[in-house]
């Protein structure tokens, strides 16, 4: 079928926007017909990202009305009603019916999910995935969650919040995470809690440390941002281990900023999720191919 398919990504600090042609979908080397990515802005809220990606995607569809719409968010998702739970990260998400917004704002069909649960879509259908029936996909970012295809398609869980592994306590003694627990794969394994703890232990400002900077300063041999990017990695891989004798995924997809942390920080995530499971308990672990675009592709695998 003809027509450009919408995809958007609601993400923790940034927007992304996508068009494709649905037609060729299936052709090899698809691309893209159109992309944005912008930032939130300063004290960003519900409003003001709803307007920025609607904004965005009138300027990629250049008045053709879309076939479709797809939407990956960063946060809980009401996927029967499209209606987002909340945002972890941005204020005034509770409640919003974000897939009524844009159908009324667009004319369009829309569907709407939680970005990791999009990103595993993703890249089942077009990336690292394909050939698997069995995947988890883990996005290790500003926070870290997971979506899992199981027997080949998309498991949400009862109420939509399978695949939370980033609230997965590996350390009940640990540092207090956003949700509330102590020791949770996110509060490890994060690029801005990781990047909080070395500027706390080297007395810096918070906002002069990102986790970029800690991966670069790991690779640099300086011993805090050693052992605190360590730290996360083997705290994923905790969970990760944990996770694979649970459901027994034949392949682990990674994906998000901090997996770009070096070769050493896959053999740390690698190391201690093989430990953690059963020696019965096979699987690979590997990058991401579709990159920071795993949930605009799986945007795009939502509406088929």
Request: aromatic share 6%.
């Amino acid at each position: 079928m003809a027509g450009l398919i919408l995809a958007c990504d609601f993400g923790g600090t940034k927007l992304s926007a996508a068009v494709i042609e649905a037609s060729e979908l299936d052709q090899p080397g698809v691309a893209w017909r159109g992309h944005l990515r912008r930032f939130s802005p300063a004290g960003a809220t519900a409003q003001t990202d709803i307007a920025m990606m609607m904004e965005m995607g009138r300027e990629l569809l250049a008045g053709e009305r879309p076939l479709a719409i797809g939407i990956s968010f960063g946060g809980p998702v009401d996927y029967q009603s499209g209606t987002v739970r909340l945002s972890h990260h941005v204020p005034g998400w509770e409640g919003v019916p974000l897939q009524q917004l844009f159908a009324q704002a667009f004319q369009a069909p829309v569907r709407v999910d939680n970005d990791a649960n999009v990103a595993a879509l993703g890249e089942w259908r077009f990336g690292a995935g394909r050939g698997v029936a069995d995947l988890l996909y883990v996005t290790v970012s500003t926070g870290v969650g997971g979506g899992w295809i199981l027997d080949g398609r998309p498991y949400r869980g009862s109420f939509g919040m399978a695949g939370e592994i980033g609230h997965t306590v590996v350390d009940p003694n640990g540092p207090v995470c956003l949700c509330g627990k102590r020791g949770c794969v996110e509060r490890l394994a994060s690029g801005p809690y990781m990047a909080q703890d070395v500027a706390l232990a080297r007395g810096l400002p918070a906002n002069e440390v990102t986790g970029k900077l800690v991966a670069e300063w790991a690779k640099l041999g300086e011993e805090t941002a050693v052992a605190i990017l360590e730290r996360g990695a083997r705290g994923l891989g905790l969970g990760l281990g944990n996770a694979a004798n649970l459901l027994n995924p034949a392949r682990i997809v990674l994906g998000g900023g901090v997996t770009k942390s070096g070769e050493r920080w896959w053999k740390w995530v690698r190391q201690t999720a093989q430990a953690t499971a059963l020696p019965e308990v096979t699987f690979d672990i590997v990058p991401a191919q579709l990159e920071d675009d795993a949930p605009l592709w799986g945007a795009v695998a939502l509406t088929e």
